[in-house]
């Protein structure tokens, strides 16, 4: 039974779902929704998902939700045939670092992202938050130091992983939001290590096919 991976355009917790799908190249039929249409409040996707959010994914009758916890199940249904295509490692302590990893991007560097989301993407510029946008900034600045360590020369954790897919949506949500706020400053953040692991993700095979639709306009 194929995969069916409900999503929409742009989302952080989809696009991280939709790069493992692809670089585990798994079946998947796309079930694209639309935000501005509010596709996840209708009846027809809550009785996929109760909570009304994307990703979601169905296998056979059993449906599936939360980013974190999709990615360990695709990883444990199809599992790798070589490291390389694994979402997570073998080892029990590799992969409890990697799940650490994704805990404390998604916590501190992922939400503060977010948290500048909710000012620059679902407020009127005149009621944006100058104060609290320098504040998430500067949230997200100290938390790119402790990922520019994990990724310096390699991947977030010792081989690609779920982490590396949970970490680059929120990275090139941040270098977007410029569009919005040129004078952010997110991207002078991204030091020659970050940039360098950017472009290793970028030039994976999965990344082209994964990319948000409506970014590509
Ligand atoms: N913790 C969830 C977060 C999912 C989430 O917040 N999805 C948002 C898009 S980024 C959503 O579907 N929102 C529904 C809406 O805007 O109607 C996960 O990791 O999957």
């Given at each position: 039974?194929?995969?069916?991976?409900?999503?929409?355009?742009?989302?952080?917790?989809?696009?991280?779902?939709?790069?493992?799908?692809?670089?585990?190249?798994?079946?998947?039929?796309?079930?694209?929704?639309?935000?501005?249409?509010?596709?996840?409040?209708?009846?027809?996707?809550?009785?996929?998902?109760?909570?009304?959010?994307?990703p979601?994914i169905?296998?056979?009758?059993f449906?599936?939700?939360?980013?974190?916890?999709?990615?360990?199940?695709?990883?444990?249904?199809?599992?790798?045939?070589?490291?390389?295509?694994?979402?997570?490692?073998?080892?029990?302590?590799?992969?409890?670092?990697?799940?650490?990893?994704?805990?404390?991007?998604?916590e501190?560097?992922?939400?503060?992202?977010?948290?500048?989301?909710g000012?620059?993407?679902?407020?009127?510029?005149?009621?944006w938050?100058?104060r609290?946008?320098?504040?998430?900034?500067?949230?997200?600045?100290?938390?790119?130091?402790?990922?520019?360590?994990?990724?310096d020369?390699?991947?977030?954790?010792?081989?690609?992983?779920?982490?590396?897919?949970?970490?680059?949506?929120?990275?090139?949500?941040?270098?977007?939001?410029?569009?919005?706020?040129?004078?952010?400053?997110?991207?002078?953040?991204?030091?020659?290590?970050?940039k360098?692991?950017?472009?290793?993700?970028?030039?994976?095979?999965?990344?082209d096919?994964?990319?948000?639709p409506?970014?590509?306009?």
């Amino acid at each position: 039974m194929t995969i069916q991976f409900y999503c929409g355009s742009g989302s952080p917790y989809v696009w991280r779902v939709w790069l493992a799908l692809e670089h585990k190249q798994i079946p998947y039929e796309l079930k694209m929704l639309s935000f501005s249409e509010k596709d996840m409040s209708k009846p027809a996707f809550l009785a996929v998902n109760p909570r009304g959010k994307v990703p979601a994914i169905t296998d056979g009758d059993f449906a599936l939700w939360e980013s974190a916890a999709i990615m360990e199940y695709l990883d444990e249904r199809f599992p790798p045939a070589t490291p390389q295509t694994a979402l997570f490692p073998k080892d029990l302590k590799q992969r409890a670092t990697v799940r650490r990893k994704i805990r404390e991007i998604d916590e501190y560097f992922g939400n503060a992202i977010e948290r500048i989301v909710g000012q620059l993407l679902f407020k009127k510029e005149a009621d944006w938050d100058q104060r609290k946008i320098a504040q998430f900034v500067n949230t997200a600045a100290k938390e790119l130091e402790v990922i520019e360590a994990w990724v310096d020369g390699g991947f977030v954790d010792e081989q690609i992983s779920a982490a590396d897919f949970t970490l680059y949506p929120y990275v090139a949500m941040g270098v977007r939001l410029e569009r919005r706020k040129p004078d952010l400053g997110f991207s002078p953040l991204l030091t020659p290590a970050i940039k360098s692991w950017m472009r290793k993700i970028e030039g994976l095979p999965c990344f082209d096919k994964a990319y948000p639709p409506h970014w590509k306009e």
